[in-house]
T-cell receptor, first 115, second 116 residues
């Protein structure tokens, strides 16, 4: 069965600093993808970045990048030059290889940016 | 234009009632989902449809019944509401099934259901 662990329930970071949000997963599927989503206090879920398990390079999207270590089964989200608007819940998600596998979301990390 | 819309945004009702939440997407996506987010922000998949076919049916009480009249719509009907059903329910869509590629989900604004 798949499992996702986000070990940091809450984090405080100074504005303009970089921050790393941890995500480790456990899946037996041979091929999978990793998604990160952001949920601001307004409630909507916003897609940030995707990493495929067979991608050769770490995914990047603007200020967001993934530190993907397949052997360790970790896909940490790095936010560079944090902004006040980055304050939100962040979720890591791993869908399985087939519909027989669950779509699992981690428990989330609440990130607060200090001015 | 709203990509994924849900109605209503807020729903307050009494135990034992039956209620429905509607979801529509105008993205032309093939796959739609229902999620439940509890008070601790834990997000759990409930159902998923691909081209009107049910493809994910997680362990939820059979009081919950999804219906997809066409691939742009996915509704959720809940019978005999209980206090524990209070949560935020999110509808989402993706171009295709998540496990087939980098198909990110687009989420609706959520429906906050409060059962008293």
């Amino acid at each position: 069965a798949q499992k996702i662990t986000q070990t940091q329930p809450g984090m405080f970071v100074q504005e303009k600093e970089a921050v790393t949000l941890d995500c480790t997963y456990d899946t037996s599927d041979p091929s999978y993808g990793l998604f990160w989503y952001k949920q601001p206090s307004s409630g909507e879920m916003i897609f940030l970045i995707y990493q495929g398990s067979y991608d050769q390079q770490n995914a990047t999207e603007g200020r967001y990048s993934l530190n993907f270590q397949k052997a360790r089964k970790s896909a940490n989200l790095v936010i560079s030059a944090s902004q006040l608007g980055d304050s939100a819940m962040y979720f890591c998600a791993v869908p399985g290889y087939s519909s027989a596998s669950k779509i699992i979301f981690g428990s989330g990390t609440r990130l607060s940016i200090r001015p | 234009d709203t990509a994924v819309s849900q109605t209503p945004k807020y729903l307050v009702t009494q135990m034992g009632n039956d209620k429905s939440i509607k979801c529509e997407q105008n993205l032309g996506h093939d796959t739609m989902y229902w999620y439940k987010q509890d008070s601790k922000k834990f997000l759990k998949i409930m159902f998923s449809y691909n081209n009107k076919e049910l493809i994910i049916n997680e362990t939820v009480p059979n009081r919950f019944s999804p219906k997809s009249p066409d691939k742009a719509h996915l509704n959720l009907h809940i019978n005999s509401l209980e206090l524990g059903d209070s949560a935020v329910y999110f509808c989402a869509s993706s171009q295709d099934r998540l496990w087939l590629g980098p198909y990110e989900q687009y989420f609706g604004p959520g429906t906050r259901l409060t059962v008293t």
